[in-house]
């Protein structure tokens, strides 16, 4: 059980959510430390960018323990499972990284953690379960529009989270053949692309398809393989790194 795992899971968590950020292209506003100006007034009410910008420690601590990861049960997580559910409910909010967990066990997915889920949660592999939810976040993050501005930096942070979880469950030798497998899949989908592309040039030749119609066949499979590569070279090289501490 993971007692106690709140500080760790938290410094994991601030160090993706860094200082001060007013993205216009961002749909969450103002941030700092990963709050919100409009979570932020749900802890100070009327509160302004100034004030959220000069945020304190505690207040910070408070938020997240309050907000996140009490409704996630951090506390009652196995540990790694915790780490991966809170930074999910961080950037996608508790409810929705519940419901994820929920399907990945099994059990009615209704948001809301209690014996039930927590049951299913303590007989599966917590290896298998967080990977299993760090790759639902990443496919939910990748049908949403803003994808290509934050894409790569939302798989860079899945990516780690997914191997510091995973630090928490396995041993050196099993995260670096965690690492091989990523790196042996990413290979196999760049080799992928590019049989697409040479399997669509072979079909514009031979006229068997129009060529409009093989153009766009090729580009969302080369597309998908492209994305499914670059994620894997990342969690490959979050693996490594994470075996190369443990």
């Known amino acids: 059980m993971a007692k106690g795992n709140f500080a760790a899971c938290l410094a994991k968590t601030l160090a993706w959510e860094g200082g001060w950020s007013d993205n216009a292209r961002d749909p969450g506003g103002a941030t700092m430390k990963g709050i919100t100006l409009a979570t ?94 760090c790759a639902r976040r990443i496919g939910a993050l990748r049908s949403l529009a803003i994808w ?46 590019g049989g697409a592309i040479v399997g669509g040039i072979a079909t514009d030749q031979t006229q068997v398809l129009p060529i409009g119609f093989v153009i766009a066949a090729v580009a969302i499979v080369v597309g998908i393989l492209i994305v499914r590569t670059v994620i894997n070279r990342q969690r490959a090289a979050a693996l490594a790194a994470a075996a190369k501490e443990a």
Do not use: C
């Open 40 to 133: 932020y007034r749900q802890h100070l009410a009327g509160a302004t960018k100034a004030q959220l910008r000069a945020i304190s420690d505690a207040e910070v601590e408070a938020i997240y323990r309050d907000g996140y990861w009490r409704p996630v049960k951090g506390e009652d997580l196995p540990a790694g499972i915790d780490l991966a559910t809170f930074d999910y409910g961080v950037n996608s909010g508790p409810g929705t990284a519940a419901r994820q967990l929920q399907r990945v066990v099994a059990v009615s997915a209704d948001g809301v953690i209690g014996p039930n889920t927590l049951k299913a949660v303590k007989i599966e592999p917590a290896a298998d379960v967080i990977k299993k939810l």
């Open 148 to 193: 290509n501005t934050f894409g790569k930096g939302w798989s860079r942070r899945v990516a780690s989270i997914e191997a510091s979880a995973l630090a928490m469950v396995l041993s050196k030798p099993e995260l670096e053949r965690e690492a091989d497998n990523a790196t042996v899949r990413a290979g196999a989908q760049a080799g992928g692309a």
